[in-house]
T-cell receptor, first 114, second 111 residues
């Protein structure tokens, strides 16, 4: 019973490099989302998806891309990393797009951009 | 602007004290309000509130929502050092799929 799995847990990048944070859930959840957490800022929504093939922007989408080709996976791509993207990233999923249910979180991925 | 404001930002208490954490919001359209506890890693779910005036309770923790006054409170009685964490609240407005989080309240319980 894995829940929401994020990889990698830690990553260091140089400015301008690209990378993908992986997120997978095994609960057959329709809704998946990515947040970043910075000191004093709480959790801010980057992108979300309400089903395979459907994605939309959150509060802070610039510099990030997402896709949802399957129900299980929701990868977050950093196209050209910048120091401002140094943060802890959380993937979260929820059972239904209609029901405003509990969000289940992954363990987080700490990204440092030098 | 649709914001979620939590207060206080931080709080230090001694074991056995009772604490009340506040979460207020500015927009009346509403689907649910959620409370989470975050220690070192991922936030863990505490409560989901959808109806005004109905208290949710789990052990020493309880929470209630006031839709008219646009706030929720989280109470922790007989605090323990294990309650030390950041407590987050999040609101999901009606008609959107976005959960909006507050900045959190950092609680430290001293032995």
């Amino acid at each position: 019973n894995a829940g929401v799995t994020q990889t990698p847990k830690f990553q260091v990048l140089k400015t301008g490099q690209s990378m993908t944070l992986q997120c997978a859930q095994d609960m057959n959840h329709e809704y998946m989302s990515w947040y970043r957490q910075d000191p004093g800022m709480g959790l801010r929504l980057i992108h979300y998806s309400v089903g395979a093939g459907i994605t939309d922007q959150g509060e802070v989408p610039n510099g990030y891309n997402v896709s949802r080709s399957t129900t299980e996976d929701f990868p977050l791509r950093l196209l050209s990393a910048a120091p401002s993207q140094t943060s802890v990233y959380f993937c979260a999923s929820s059972q239904g797009r209609v029901e405003a249910g509990e969000l289940f979180f992954g363990e987080g991925s700490r990204l440092t951009v030098l | 602007e649709d914001k979620v404001v939590q207060s206080p930002l931080s709080l230090v208490v001694h074991e056995g004290d009772t604490v009340t954490l506040n979460c207020s919001y500015e927009v009346t359209n509403f689907r649910s309000l959620l409370w989470y506890k975050q220690e070192k890693k991922a936030p863990t779910f505490l409560f989901m509130l959808t109806s005004s005036g109905i208290e949710k309770k789990s052990g020493r923790l309880s929470s209630i929502l006031d839709k008219k006054e646009l706030f929720s409170i989280l109470n922790i009685t007989a605090t323990q050092t294990g309650d030390s964490a950041v407590y987050l609240c999040a609101r999901r407005p009606s008609g959107t799929y976005k959960y909006i989080f507050g900045t959190g309240t950092r609680l430290k319980v001293l032995a």
